[in-house]
Nanobody, 122 residues
């Protein structure tokens, strides 16, 4: 059984940076594509970024392109989301997910973490 545990969320001012971490355990990390999604209050959960098993192909939502970077460390069995130039509209709960196929669809991902809150103040 795959388990995902996120950390690194918090409160930051607009323009600042945060790095989210997601620790993967239970099954071979390298077999999975990894992604980050987010959900703001009253909104649907939306795609943020994904990466294939070897960081070979990374995909980003248009809203975060150029500001966020997803990368994974196979030694630490973890995936990260470096978030720079944060905006108030980035405020949401951020979820880590793993699945067999990378991409922006929630249905690609069978395993989800519990989420970590990111709040960006103006």
């Amino acid at each position: 059984q795959v388990q995902l545990v996120e950390s690194g969320g918090g409160l930051v001012q607009a323009g600042g940076s945060l790095r989210l971490s997601c620790a993967h355990s239970g099954r071979t990390f390298s077999a999975y594509a990894m992604a980050w999604f987010r959900q703001a209050p009253g909104k649907e959960r939306e795609f943020v970024a994904s990466t294939t098993w070897n960081n070979g192909t990374r995909l980003y939502a248009d809203s975060v392109k150029g500001r966020f970077t997803i990368f994974r460390d196979s030694v630490k069995n973890s995936v990260y989301l470096q978030m720079d130039s944060l905006k108030v509209e980035d405020t949401a709960i951020y979820y880590c997910a793993s699945g067999v196929v990378a991409g922006s669809e929630k249905s690609h991902y069978a395993h989800w973490g519990q989420g970590t809150q990111v709040t960006v103040s103006s």
